[in-house]
């Protein structure tokens, strides 16, 4: 599987977009993005996924470049509660998920 | 919503003791599976089932054994816990084996003393 790059923490203002970049210059054509979060002492949460096309859901925003390199999570309001560590993770359409160390993202009142 | 549980949030064994980690979830998922989590090592695949009876090894699937007797349960079972075998324990399902949606238990925290 392709691995990823994250920034290792970003902050955050309450009630404003979060814009988390994410890297996979090695990804291949079968292989999709996927975005999983883990709240302190809680297991992780899946958020979206995508493979070519920009794609919503209730959560959040992925936005996938055309040349799929990289891609980036937008929470459209964070609030306090998506105070979390970040996920970005390649795979292709199995079950192995590889979680790297993610992006710390701390939301701020 | 899909809801997996796990029978502890938190579990103290002896060395040598044979544990018992359960996970059930109830959303009639084909696919159950169960990670460990420990820091600086992210989370790694012990054991996965894709059917009742079925089951396949995972990354570290060494003093680990499972059991599926029933499709929303699967079990994880330490026959005879050692100290390295403390961790975060993680239960998920998912709908199919093609996708990598997984819905994760709340974890279970292994001390081995």
């Known amino acids: 599987d392709a691995k990823t790059t994250q920034p290792t923490s970003m902050d955050c203002a309450e009630g404003r977009a979060a814009n988390l970049p994410c890297n996979h210059s090695t990804i291949s054509g079968n292989e999709y993005v996927y975005w999983y979060r883990q709240i302190h002492s809680q297991g992780p949460q899946y958020i979206i996924h995508g493979l070519k096309n920009n794609e919503t859901n209730e959560m959040a925003s992925l936005i996938i470049t055309e040349d799929r390199k990289s891609s980036t999570l937008i929470l459209p309001h964070a609030t306090l509660r998506d105070t979390a560590v970040y996920y970005c993770?390649?795979?292709?359409?199995?079950?192995?998920?590889?979680f790297g160390a993610g992006t710390t993202v701390t939301v701020r009142a | 919503d899909v809801k997996v549980t796990q029978s502890s949030r938190y579990l103290v064994k002896r060395t040598g003791e044979k544990v018992f980690l359960e996970c059930v979830q109830d959303m009639d998922h084909e696919n159950m599976f169960w990670y460990r989590q420990d820091p600086g090592l992210g989370l790694r695949l012990i054991y996965f089932s894709y059917d009742v009876k079925m089951k396949e090894k995972g990354d570290i699937p060494e003093g680990y054994s499972v059991s599926r007797e029933k499709k929303e349960r699967f079990s994880l079972i330490l026959e005879s816990a050692s100290t390295n075998q403390t961790s975060m324990y993680l239960c998920?399902?998912?709908?199919?084996?093609?996708?990598?949606?997984?819905?994760f238990g709340p974890g279970t925290r292994l001390t081995v003393l």
């Open positions: 998920a399902s998912s709908a199919r084996l093609a996708g990598n949606e997984q819905f």
């Open positions: 993770i390649v795979g292709s359409n199995d079950y192995k998920l590889s």
